[in-house]
């Protein structure tokens, strides 16, 4: 079994600053990509960001500048430090993973996703 936790949503007001954190565990063997993905009331869920296995990394062009993906390989964990903040941010923010288990099955995990909510 593997699963993905993820932690550091909230209520911030416009221009703040929040970071989540998603931590992988279980039966893994590789972290191939992670990334973090948002769905707002009424749209489809979206890319935000993501983390290939070495240090590619993709944006939505609506939070480049502002929003950093960063992993820390020894935790098996990825961060999302968002900054300057906007209202049109407000979602539930979703992790997301490629893992190797130890038995060499790939699989594609989905956390179970984090309120933001950017108002004043």
């Known amino acids: 079994q593997v699963q993905l936790v993820e932690s550091g949503g909230g209520l911030v007001q416009p221009g703040g600053s929040l970071r989540l954190s998603c931590a992988a565990s279980?039966?893994?063997?590789?972290?191939?990509?992670m990334g973090w993905y948002r769905q707002a009331p009424g749209k489809q869920r979206e890319l935000v960001a993501g983390?290939?296995?070495?240090?590619?990394?993709n944006y939505v062009d609506s939070v480049k500048g502002r929003f950093t993906i960063s992993r820390d390989t020894a935790k098996n964990t990825v961060y999302l430090q968002m900054n300057s903040l906007k209202p049109e941010d407000t979602a539930v923010y979703f992790c997301?993973?490629?893992?190797?288990?130890?038995?060499?099955?790939?699989?594609?995990?989905w956390g179970q996703g984090t309120q933001v909510t950017v108002s004043s």
């Open positions: 997301n993973a490629d893992i190797t288990t130890t038995a060499r099955v790939t699989l594609a995990i």
């Open positions: 279980g039966s893994i063997f590789r972290i191939n990509r």
């Open positions: 983390l290939g296995s070495g240090v590619n990394t």
